[in-house]
């Protein structure tokens, strides 16, 4: 039987030790979650460039600068979101980058909108299912799905692309960029810096 300063001691054990654990794992987490960014700081720079030749064609290519924007939008939402957070739940390195590279190979954005939605709530508070690009009255889902539907129009039925959707794409992408990928980095203590390099 032990005693009363035995126990006491005990109890403090547990509390502490519970606590430590506690911090363990929310630090492992945090760090394996960064992980992916710090291993590939240059991971936006593509996206970040393509967003920029855009928007020089925006005026006299509104279809060369569409096309250009719903590629920024479908890879930064893959690759800049989804692969590095992926990646990061899975604790082994080999795995890891296995499964995070069978997320973003298929195509489509549809079929990753739920586990977007759950990224973007839980590292950056933004719900990608009510989210709207300041001033706009559609959210930016069924923007992109408007996007997506003129990009096709442009590649499969050779249509040219006005100017009101080339805007509306600049201003999606540019949210992809500015909110998305920015918001998530912000949690992970992480930073977009000009020309799309990430850093601590």
């Known amino acids: 039987m032990n005693t009363p300063d ?15 654990s506690s ?12 992980s992916y960014y710090l291993k590939h700081p240059l991971l936006a720079k593509d996206v970040i460039a393509i967003y920029f030749e855009a928007r020089a064609l925006s005026e006299s290519s509104p279809t060369a600068a569409l096309l250009l ?43 990753f909108q739920k586990i977007l939605a759950l990224i973007m709530q839980e590292y950056s508070d ?42 509306l794409a600049k201003e999606v992408a540019g949210s992809i960029i500015t909110d998305f990928l920015q918001g998530v980095l912000t949690d992970f203590g992480l930073q977009l810096q000009k020309g799309g390099e990430i850093a601590a």
């Open 23 to 34: 911090e363990a794992i929310t630090e492992f987490t945090f760090e394996r979650l960064r």
């Open 126 to 167: 933004i719900d990608i299912e009510k989210f709207k690009v300041q001033g706009h009255s559609k959210t930016i889902w069924e923007e992109i799905n408007l996007i997506q539907r003129a990009r096709n129009a442009v590649a499969h039925r050779a249509e040219l692309a006005t100017l009101e959707i080339a805007v």
């Open 6 to 20: 035995e126990d006491a001691r005990d109890n403090w054990y547990s509390e502490i030790y519970d606590e430590i």
């Open 69 to 111: 924007y719903t590629t920024v939008i479908e890879v930064g939402l893959k690759t800049t979101l989804l692969k590095p957070v992926i990646y990061g739940l899975v604790h082994n390195e080999f795995v890891a980058e296995l499964v995070s590279e069978l997320v973003v190979k298929n195509n489509g954005l549809d079929r």
